[in-house]
């Protein structure tokens, strides 16, 4: 078993001189556990605090990463359509390109 130790004030100790220090102990076990119970409860209901408060955080930063995502999701879709536009248009001016230097190689070699 391990020593305790208790240090008190030397007006306290005069006091106690004399007193059987067993049952003083014994006799305010009950109200020490109450009071730690106390502290304890005081301390987890400040630290559930603090979790609901981060928690609030949290949720507002996921709530603003989920909006930032769906208009990366929106900006990617609307790039992609774009980038298929131009594929086509692109393709359409080549076809129209190549059509027109066979005309012109064609009135090269006509004449």
């Not at 209901?45 to 995502?69: D, S």
Request: net charge negative.
């Amino acid at each position: 078993m391990s020593e305790i130790r208790i240090v008190i004030p030397k007006e306290r100790f005069r006091v106690l001189k004399g007193r059987d220090v067993s049952e003083l102990l014994r006799a305010n076990l009950p109200t020490v556990e109450e009071t730690l119970k106390a502290e304890r409860e005081e301390f987890l209901r400040e630290k559930a605090e603090k979790l609901k408060e981060k928690l609030g955080e949290m949720e507002e930063e996921l709530e603003r990463l989920r909006g930032f995502y769906e208009k990366a999701l929106r900006d990617k879709e609307l790039m992609t359509a774009e980038r298929d536009r131009l594929r086509e248009e692109n393709a359409e001016l080549r076809e129209r390109f190549e059509e027109k230097r066979r005309e012109l190689e064609r009135k090269v070699h006509e004449s």
